[in-house]
């Protein structure tokens, strides 16, 4: 009967006087905003149901008609396009629509006679009945289905219930590591692992995580407070030093005040954030409110320190830490100690890679006193990494991120700079707040050097070394302060506040910063995530400078599913050592690629980083580096025969922006312009990608059109040009500001979605899924994204995507070609 009904509506459309009788129209379950046909909407097979819903209607792949119901979101979009259709060649504007989805990912001299659009002798265009599916799948497309809900807490079995893998145990306490799987310089191999079902996933609710404030519930991860207990119980009385290394590895802990830090995870959200210190006042009121036992943080000596969401961030005596721990986790409550993000590695020893670090933090010179910064000649390598994004071609179209708030999370801002100040003087800092209770002045300069090559406007070098967004606002928020490290809850509290005014939320978070985390779980990743699906934040996040460590070294937040990760390239056009590789990988079996994409992170030169090792090495006291030695530290360094200062790392061919006027390193400012300073990293490469989807963004505001996160981030994606280098290392290609003006300016006049997420989805196969393609027939890799020709439809949503990667993944190695 519902083939029937569907052929019976087929001859509705080609004939107008053909009717069918009421009960054999179709029953619909569409949003109830889906209740209007639009016009035109026969030019993309669009039909009525019976009860005023809307269907869209093709052939599958063996020819038989399908009716599928369109929701409310997908129909407003289809609508809003169809309106803009010319009446007196619609046919044609259809064909120059998907054309233009076609093009950035298309050979050129297959763009205009293809499987989806023909040209025909006049020049005219039409499109395929494939074509005229696709479009559709595209108008409809959406991503976030999958986003993670409140994860029910299971408590962590006692150590002596606790059965050992095959293969041997791992370091219990140890910050979460995932599994190892093999990987070769073109892809990973996946092998057997399977990932998450996205049928059951997409079955829960994902508001279920919210309540009426919009709150989330982070679920955080267990850790074995018993096995802390046990070592604890067996240190020597009144000593911890046994233990810490062992068990505390890369967690927060003072060891001057002989505290942990610990975040608990209450399973109610407080009614208000309390992003900064909080008064004993505010402790009783999170404790209240989140329905916390208050005896047990009084009984163990904890303290309050703030409180976002469900998550209670606490110091407590270390002696009491793992008793605390056990006696939540009695209750049903998950707690663990804070991650620690460093700005340097724990010392200046070891490999070149661990140098940079994860944590993405400059190396500081170690000898200031050094002439070096002579002979740093201007070599316009900020003007350079804008040539190479072809990011001028923004500015030409007006394109300058004006009428954006942009959020940068990092080291502070210099905002008396006059890079970031309006052409009246004033200043574009809009909001600051400093996390660290250091005080406002950016020490590391790291920040300052972000901002500017995202949106610095170059006044101190007349616009020589602007960057991508010289008109944009700034929402800055400093978590590294003098000694170059934070916590993940000071992370997560300064992610809360850039969204903390619902009216005047930021457009674009940049975020050149990461560290562990189980991608999408952690609640940095979580966060990051709903930032993106439920505030519409694009957020923008460095891979990481752990290239040296191999595949599957993108940190979190830059692993989590929904954020825009971005690597770098040089000067050259070649990936750096420290460049991080991806896939993404989950303890659960959650496998998809990253990064996203690239843009430009300089480069370091190795004989300069290995005299600084030695320098380091050889110094009276060897101590983690966190901040810029200082002139009188000088005398600490032993003279080693031959070797001289290794001056600036990052010269020439770092990036060139903005320093800090608090920043003490002096040897890799720029010739001439004390005002700029050469760093190198992925940290460098992400805010020029947030810069030019500032501009996007800023140029979708004056149009009027609606701008939407995942559109902007599918348009840079695909209008990238592709390096052939492994996905992995390359995402989708160099960020290029000359395609992404020709996509954004045609797609915004035609009403059009900006970005293609259906491409932008089938980004998330790894090589070996391209690989693995070839084992089946099912699905195919098309210019405008993942094909199935079992449906002929183009997979638009998550879900369908997660379903086709499973499969791929599971083909019989029987049918491997």
Known sequence: MKRITAILLLACLLNPQFTLAANDQPASKPAAAASVLPANGALLDLVAGKDGGVFHQRKDGKGEIVLEPVDGKALKQVSKFLAKLPKDDAGQALALSLRSYLAPRMDPKDLDNNTFLAKDDKGRYSLTELGRNSLFDILAASDG?????????????????????????????????GPIYACTDTGCDAGSLASFDAADLAGQTPDAAFDNQNSRRHAIGGFDWGHLDEELAAARPGTTASVAPEMLNGYSVDRERNTVRVMVAANTTVQADRIKSATPEDAKKILEETGLDSSLFTQHGAKVVRAV????????????????????????????????????????????????????????????????????????????????LAGEELWKKGMKGQGTLVGVIDSGIDPDHADFKDKDGKSRVQDYLDFTDEGKDDVVGHGTHVSGSLGGNGAASDGKFAGLAPETRFRVAKVFGTKGETDESVILAAMKWMVSDKDNKVDVLNMSLGGPGEPNKDPLSSMANHLVVDNNVLVVAAAGNEGAAGFRSVGSPGSSRYVLTVTGVNKDGEFPFFASKG???????????????????????????QQQMLLAQNAKNPSPVTTPVSAEGQAGLKAVPGLKSGGCIYAPGGV???????????????????????????????????????????YMKQQGAEVDAFQVKALLMETSVD??????QQGSGLANGERLVSAVTDRVARGLPVGNVAYMLSTRLTTNDVGMMKSQTRYQLTPLGLFDTQTNRLLNNETEIQNAIDSIRKTPPTMQV
């Open 723 to 728: 390096l052939k280098k492994a996905k992995e």
């Open 583 to 609: 896939p993404s990988y989950g303890e659960d079996g959650d496998l998809y690629n990253k990064p996203d994409i690239s843009a430009v992170a300089g480069d370091v030169d190795l004989k300069k980083l």
């Open 145 to 177: 289905a999958l986003i993670e809900p409140l994860v029910e807490y299971k408590p962590e079995p006692k150590p002596e219930e606790k059965k050992e893998a095959p293969g041997g145990g791992k370091d219990p306490g140890a910050p979460p590591q």
């Open 656 to 698: 060139i922006a903005p320093r800090s006027g608090a920043d003490p390193d002096t040897v890799c400012t720029v010739d001439g312009q004390p005002g700029y300073r050469y760093m190198s990293g992925t940290s460098m490469a992400t805010p020029m990608v947030a810069g030019m989807a500032a501009d996007v963004i800023g």
């Open 309 to 388: 969401d469900n998550i209670v961030t606490i110091d407590v005596p270390l002696d009491q830490a793992a008793k605390l721990g056990l006696a939540l986790e009695g209750q049903g409550v998950e707690s663990r100690p804070a991650r620690v993000f460093r700005a340097a590695s724990a010392a200046l020893t070891g490999t070149p890679g661990a140098l940079l670090g994860m944590q993405f933090m400059p190396v500081p010179s170690l000898n200031p006193l050094a002439k070096e910064a002579s002979q740093l000649k201007q070599d316009d390598k900020m003007v350079q990494s804008r040539s190479m």
